[in-house]
């Protein structure tokens, strides 16, 4: 049997179409800031996609478009001047940086109540201690989100996560944990990978490597989620064989319009939260 689609950018459309409709009925718009240092070509187009997600559903959205010489001390006094303009409710930092910048110490000097991509170490820690008040990175949270659409209860799943970076695999990981699956981190060092993922009742696949998980790596009737977004001569593909892979799965996330459109509308709803939350007290 074929797998059914999760289609990311229908559930991303109804969330920011819910999200224009909220911020049409408040008084000031929510405003974010994003920071791009270099010329990154697919950091372009990624900061492209966000402003104009946020000029659809009515949030400002102010770019600082930096030179890849750019020092440390020059980036955190940009970061210093946005944490205090009360004008401000969010900032993001395109990842990655230029070599010569530390992403950890620059993603630190970022408020944590206007860290919308949730990357700072006291996102992570309240992630990992269930706080609701965290801000939980885009992407994981799209990908629970997605997930929650066809399969409520996780409690007691095997989930695979094949990727431990900061940005994925790592916060997925705890999210999945949180919703008392039983998880595995999968990554480079891994023996046996395609035994360890047969296993899998959700496979996350955050490889960065074009059609990587091949059937032989999926059990049947799994919920497979692609997070790869890799060009190729072919084209854009994910990290997941998609016509392989859903022959066997029971849902699968196409590659474009899965998981890409959610971390979009993720962005967008925690810009939206870091706004109510800034204008509460
Ligand atoms: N680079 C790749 N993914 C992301 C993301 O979710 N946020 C930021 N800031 N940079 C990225």
């Known amino acids: 049997m074929t797998a059914q689609i999760l289609d ?28 791009i240092v270099g010329n990154d070509p697919a950091s372009e187009i990624y ?27 020059e980036l955190n006094e940009l970061i210093d001047l946005l944490n205090n303009s009360s004008a401000v409710n969010g900032i993001l930092v395109q990842l ?3 070599r010569h910048l530390n ?7 970022i408020k944590p109540e206007k860290d919308v991509d949730g990357f700072h170490p006291l996102n992570t ?28 209860d996780l409690s007691g799943l095997n989930a695979v996560v ?31 990978l395609s035994e360890i993922c047969k296993k ?21 009737d799994a919920i497979i989620i692609d997070v790869g977004i890799n060009r190729t ?15 066997k799965a029971s849902y699968i996330t196409p590659v474009p319009g899965g998981v890409g459109p959610m971390t979009i509308a993720m962005l967008l709803e925690n810009t939206y939260e870091a706004f109510l939350k800034q204008n509460r007290s």
């Open 103 to 109: 992403p950890q110490e620059i993603l630190t000097r």
């Open 47 to 73: 900061v492209r996609s966000k402003e104009k997600a946020c000029q659809e559903v009515g949030i400002k959205v102010e770019t600082f478009r930096l030179t890849s010489d750019i020092s440390a001390e």
């Open 200 to 220: 899998a009742d959700i496979l996350i696949a955050s490889v960065g490597k074009p059609e990587f998980v091949t059937e032989d790596f999926i059990k049947p």
């Open 162 to 192: 094949i990727g431990r970076s900061q940005v994925v695999g790592l916060p997925v990981s705890h999210l999945l944990l949180n919703e008392n699956c039983t998880v595995t981190i999968a990554h480079s060092k891994t023996k046996n």
């Open 125 to 152: 820690g309240l992630i990992i201690q269930k706080q609701p008040s965290a801000f939980i990175p885009c992407t994981p949270k799209g990908i629970l989100r997605l997930i929650h659409t066809v399969k409520q």
């Open 233 to 247: 001569n072919d084209g854009i593909k994910g990290d997941v064989k998609y016509n392989e892979a859903s022959e």
């Open 8 to 35: 990311g950018k229908q559930l991303a459309q109804q969330i920011r179409t819910e999200l224009k409709q909220k911020i049409t009925l408040t008084q000031a718009s929510p405003e974010l800031a994003v920071i």
């Open 96 to 98: 990655p940086l230029p």
